[in-house]
């Protein structure tokens, strides 16, 4: 029958129309910005850099530049710090002391992510990014980038509560590596301390050569055949 389709349209959507005043998951219209859709706990827009405790000193990025050349777009800066400095753990630590992003070339492809060997930089799901101007406004510096691991358990807690766990994994594989050599140095210096050592003496007494024995002459044997001399 023609027109079979339309009708069926229409009764899905008078059927959305009038559930709508009893359930609200009918409602299809958010009134946003007032009210806001829930984000998936996958979604992603640009990246950000993690942190630890402190913005600057707990920042995980080392300035490998890793994410730079990687980035297809080429829409990160990083400029490594001429020297270390304590991280929140108190380990000396090269740092980025310029870290930027341009959000007007990034395409949020989260290669940077999938590189980076020190879990340092993760997809953010601000979207609200807009700006009146094209070029300064829309690059992000370091100071803007870096938020919290709290902040990152908020938005992908699944995710970030696996990172914690290699991280933690990691750090107690070092910490019992280092208990390992500590120990066994300790021995080696113990067993050093246990074992006496003689005195070298200074002088040595000569030791005497022997003499070679010296040959007696001995007369001559007469020889029987020969007449004997004359006197």
């Known amino acids: 029958m ?12 008078l059927r959305n129309f009038a559930g709508s005043y009893f359930d609200k998951d009918r409602l299809i219209t958010v009134q946003y910005p007032e009210e806001r859709t829930p984000l998936a706990e996958n979604y992603r827009n640009f990246p950000f ?13 080392v300035a490998c530049k890793i994410c730079e050349k990687e980035c297809p777009p080429q829409c ?6 001429d020297e270390k400095k304590p991280d929140y ?5 090269f740092y980025p002391a310029t870290f930027d992003i341009d959000i ?11 590189v ?30 870096a ?10 807690p699944t995710e970030a509560a696996e990172v914690d766990a290699v991280l933690a994994k990691a750090a107690a594989e070092a910490e019992a590596k280092k208990k390992a050599a500590a120990a066994a140095a300790a021995a080696k210096a113990a067993a050093a301390k246990a074992t006496p ?25 007469p020889d029987p055949t020969k007449p004997a001399p004359q006197t």
Do not use: W
Not at 76 to 81: G, L, N
Not at 104 to 114: A, K, L, N, Y
């Open 2 to 13: 023609i027109g079979t389709g339309v009708l069926k349209g229409m009764a899905v959507t």
């Open 49 to 61: 850099l993690v942190y630890d405790k402190d913005p600057e000193a707990g920042l995980r990025c």
């Open 76 to 81: 990160i800066y990083i400029v490594k710090s």
């Open 89 to 93: 753990m108190g380990k000396p630590q």
């Open 104 to 114: 007007s070339v990034c395409m949020s492809c989260q290669i940077c992510v999938e």
């Open 116 to 145: 980076c060997p020190f879990e340092a930089i993760k997809m953010d799901q601000v979207y609200e990014l807009s700006r009146r101007e094209r070029f300064d406004a829309l690059l992000l510096r370091k100071s803007d980038l």
């Open 147 to 156: 938020k919290s691991n709290d902040y990152y358990h908020n938005i992908h």
């Open 197 to 221: 050592t003689s005195a070298t003496p200074t002088t040595s007494a000569a030791t005497p050569t022997p003499t070679p024995p010296t040959a007696t002459p001995t007369a001559p044997v």
